[in-house]
């Protein structure tokens, strides 16, 4: 089954103890982006991915890094989290390069750091 | 950078109604502009999407147009449906950066 896969689904974590949620995607697509969903704030984007090493910043890039060492494959990483980084996360992933197309987004993961 | 304004923020219309939902953008740059609807505890899913070249697009029910002059897009539900309920997400991209706006909650009394 195509699909977009994140782990874990939920989290509680504490202030500044590292954490990765994984992103996977089976459709061989080209781009890959990470979200942040708050209330009355909508959707916004944090890092995104063209190709293999290629990644840049969205508009909430502070806080976060990534990876893209394979195709499928784009982890968030949070070196030191904060209770600002408290929100829901998606992922997603596109056909084309440039994010032009659908994307498909991964059932998110609920992040809640104390 | 880009900048996305959406309104209403909410919308309440009748079954059989139609909806309409707008927004602009601030980048003349902007390329590509889709539309998600985001049902409750659910993933986001594109609806309809339309780019720069082309005025207007339709699919079933649903149709979007684009203005590039005065940087602004719609999102038009004919014949409303309860199941059409959800918060509706427009969306300017370029480069790969894609800024959304803040999102429609729509809601279809029967």
């Known amino acids: 089954e195509a699909q977009v896969t994140q782990n874990p689904r939920y989290l509680i974590t504490v202030t500044g103890k590292k954490l990765t949620v994984t992103c996977s995607q089976n459709m061989n697509h080209e781009y890959m982006s990470w979200y942040r969903q708050d209330p009355g704030l909508g959707l916004r984007q944090i890092y995104y991915s063209m190709n293999v090493e290629v990644t840049d910043k969205g508009d909430v890039p502070e806080g976060y890094k990534v990876s893209r060492k394979e195709k499928r494959n784009f982890p968030l990483i949070l070196e030191s989290p904060s209770p600002n980084q408290t929100s829901l996360y998606f992922c997603?992933?596109?056909?084309?390069?440039?994010?032009?197309?659908?994307?498909?987004f991964g059932p998110g993961t609920r992040l809640t750091v104390l | 950078g880009e900048n996305v304004e959406q309104h209403p923020s909410t919308l309440s219309v009748q079954e059989g109604d139609s909806a309409v939902i707008k927004c602009t953008y601030s980048?003349?740059?902007?390329?590509?502009f889709p539309w998600y609807k985001q049902e409750l505890g659910k993933r986001p899913q594109l609806i309809i999407d339309i780019r720069s070249n082309v005025g207007e697009k339709k699919d079933q029910r649903i149709a979007v147009t684009l203005n590039k002059t005065a940087k602004h897009f719609s999102l038009h539900i004919t014949e409303t449906q309860p199941e059409d309920s959800a918060v509706y997400f427009c969306?300017?991209?370029?480069?790969?950066?894609?800024?959304f706006g803040q999102g429609t909650e729509l809601s279809v009394k029967p």
């Open positions: 969306a300017a991209s370029k480069g790969g950066k894609l800024i």
């Open positions: 980048d003349s740059a902007s390329n590509y």
């Open positions: 997603a992933s596109s056909f084309l390069a440039g994010g032009t197309d659908t994307q498909y």
